[in-house]
């Protein structure tokens, strides 16, 4: 018996499979996937019509399931006046969990043929490092938990100022994790372990395709190819350092991707990484050269879901599933921030080369009245600014896409997903079921196998 009133969610996205008979659901506000096998789709599509409904006993399991994954919730829930106050409260309210982006340097050995950022030479200096850690320090509330991605230029090339931050934060009893985003060219193994031992525990590399395409646009300072000595630092790695490839794509380098994973398979790197693709996105006048190539939008999204099976079919990992987020990144949340050599501190990864954008300056404990314009104009913003992220389905999922264009356009930056939602759902579906299928293959080959397999290894 079902006693309250329930209602659909309005962010639920059903997919069918008609290859296994399968209804998926896919529940944004929480970020939720629900696998509705052949004989419960009656009644699954029966509950999403009248969630009430309560004829069979396949109703009232799937109603549990539904409502513990948010595919129905109670009647007078508002899921939007929900999502604005999370939101508010994430751009708003300090939490304990501190996010801080912080470039060491701003100087770059490579020199990219799109890249946004110039590259002023200098390192953090020792006064701005003490003042970073007298501001964890006296954060507050207290903090719980303090989450540092290291970033540039390439971050790499001050590998001491990394080592004395972190020997700083570790002092204190905050639990504390980093990331790095890097070039990959100064990742040797001995790097690798020293980053782990700072508990920068993730890597993400950019590749711009097979080598003869990544070298012509991505080569170090001076012309020097790249794409070797990256792979070679990679497959070199402690194997405990997780790495992700990230791999710019545009017009130019779309077709020539099978060749850049025959590359990665040479260099024996199936199964030690992970690859996504991301549009090279004509950010600031820096690299207006290449605005006529890129892809955003619709083009982007037709290209990036085959580019994703791609990866997937070879072995390099499937996307994951949208996640239900109340904001989209430092940009639009009240403790994150990037912190670049000079001390201005920035909300915005793109900003870090222009000081006009700074929201505050550590060295001078000071906010300028043009700082304050500027964190306004980040707090100002947000998706229910616009009636069309307000109306829109993949709003928990999305939340206005990137502030910063978002900002320049005057309107929602619509995510990719806006248009190949489904097929990103299927393509995480489908890596999800090979990796349990050959997860049952070897527990099958592992109970068959004899009991004293090992001694029949030959010696
Ligand atoms: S505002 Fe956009 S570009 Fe800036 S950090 Fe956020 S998502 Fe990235
Ligand atoms: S930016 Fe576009 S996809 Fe995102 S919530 Fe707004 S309308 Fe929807």
């Not at 912080?102 to 030479?121: E, G, K, V, W």
């Not at 504390?176 to 993730?202: E, F, H, M, P």
């Amino acid at each position: 018996m079902i006693s309250s009133s329930w209602k659909k969610s309005r962010y639920v996205t059903a997919i069918e499979v008609e290859s296994t008979d399968t209804l998926l659901l896919f529940a944004g506000f929480a970020g939720r996937l629900v696998e509705v096998p052949k004989a419960y789709r009656q009644a699954a599509y029966d509950l999403l019509e009248a969630p009430n409904t309560s004829d069979t006993s396949r109703h009232i399991t799937l109603h549990k399931i539904f409502r513990e994954q948010a595919v129905i919730i109670p009647e007078e829930f508002d899921e939007l006046d929900y999502l604005r106050q999370q939101h508010e409260q994430a751009k708003f309210v300090p939490t304990g969990v501190l996010s801080l982006t912080i470039c060491p340097t701003l100087n770059c050995n490579f020199r990219c043929s799109y890249c946004y950022q110039h590259h002023p030479a200098g390192i953090m200096a020792q006064e701005i490092q003490d003042r970073i850690v007298r501001y964890v320090k006296g954060y507050s509330p207290p903090l719980e938990k303090l989450f540092v991605t290291w970033f540039g230029g390439e971050a790499l090339l001050e590998l001491p100022v990394i080592e004395r931050l972190t020997e700083r934060f570790l002092a204190s009893p905050t639990d504390y994790n980093a990331s790095i985003i890097t070039n990959g060219s100064l990742l040797s193994a001995k790097v690798s372990k020293r980053l782990l031992d700072l508990r920068v525990t993730w890597a993400q590399i950019t590749l711009d395709g097979p080598r003869e395409v990544h070298d012509s646009r991505r080569p170090m300072a001076g012309k020097h190819p790249s794409f070797d000595r990256i792979l070679g630092n990679i497959a070199e790695a402690d194997p405990n350092f997780t790495i992700t490839i990230r791999v710019n794509v545009d017009q130019r380098n779309v077709d020539v991707m099978p060749k850049l994973f025959d590359q990665l398979d040479n260099a024996g790197l199936l199964g030690r990484v992970t690859v996504y693709f991301a549009s090279v996105t004509p950010y600031t006048n820096v690299c207006a050269d290449v605005t006529d190539h890129c892809m955003t939008g619709q083009s982007w999204a037709r290209v990036e879901s085959p580019l994703q099976l791609l990866a997937l079919n070879r072995g390099y990992g499937e996307p994951g599933l949208p996640r239900a987020r109340r904001n989209v990144c430092l940009a639009d949340r009240a403790s994150a921030m990037v912190i670049v050599p000079s001390g201005l501190i920035f909300k915005c990864w793109n900003d870090v080369t222009d000081p006009s954008q700074a929201i505050f300056d550590l060295s001078r404990d000071k906010r300028t009245p043009t700082m304050e314009e500027n964190l306004t104009r980040w707090l100002d913003w947000g998706p229910f600014n616009f009636q069309d992220c307000e109306a829109c389905t993949l709003l928990p999922v999305c939340m206005g896409g990137c502030p910063h264009v978002s900002i320049g356009q005057g309107r929602g930056a619509c995510k990719e997903l806006k248009h190949n939602l489904k097929e990103t759902i299927l393509l995480h579906y489908l890596g999800q079921k090979r990796k349990q299928a050959s997860r049952q293959l070897v527990e099958i080959l592992e109970q068959r196998a004899p009991k004293n397999f090992d001694s029949l290894s030959p010696s």
